[in-house]
């Protein structure tokens, strides 16, 4: 069992930066692949970043089209905690950004089996 807890949300301004985090209990945490999702208002629930589980020294990361190049997603093992990095930020990134485990990075939001409460990134112009 894993439980996910995101924080960091809140309002900024077009072409500002915010870091997520979302910290998880239990021991197996670095086993688990990290995902960052978003919901926005009347619009289904969107892949944005994932991360591997660390095999020998490193991860390997995805991210959807819209955030490469400006998000950047990391994990801290020893704080079991996953980070989303947000940099130049546009109106269209504002939603409800969730963090999920599951055993692969996968894109699809179905394949994740723990999820958080989502934390709320408005982003104005």
């Known amino acids: 069992q894993v439980q996910l807890v995101e924080s960091g949300g809140g309002l900024v301004q077009a072409g500002d930066s915010l870091r997520l985090s979302c910290a998880a209990s239990?021991?197996?945490?670095?086993?688990?692949?990290m995902g960052w999702f978003r919901q926005a208002s009347g619009k289904e629930r969107e892949f944005v970043a994932s991360?591997?589980?660390?095999?020998?020294?490193?991860?390997?990361?995805y991210y959807a089209d819209s955030v490469k190049g400006r998000f950047t997603i990391s994990r801290d093992n020893v704080k079991n905690t996953v980070y989303l990095q947000m940099n130049s930020m546009k109106p269209e990134d504002t939603a409800v950004y969730y963090c999920?485990?599951?055993?692969?990075?996968?894109?699809?939001?179905?394949?994740?089996?723990?999820w958080g409460q989502g934390t709320q990134v408005t982003v104005s112009s």
């Open positions: 999920a485990a599951g055993r692969n990075a996968y894109k699809s939001a179905g394949e994740y089996e723990y």
């Open positions: 239990g021991r197996t945490f670095s086993s688990y692949a």
């Open positions: 991360i591997t589980a660390i095999t020998w020294t490193s991860s390997i990361t």
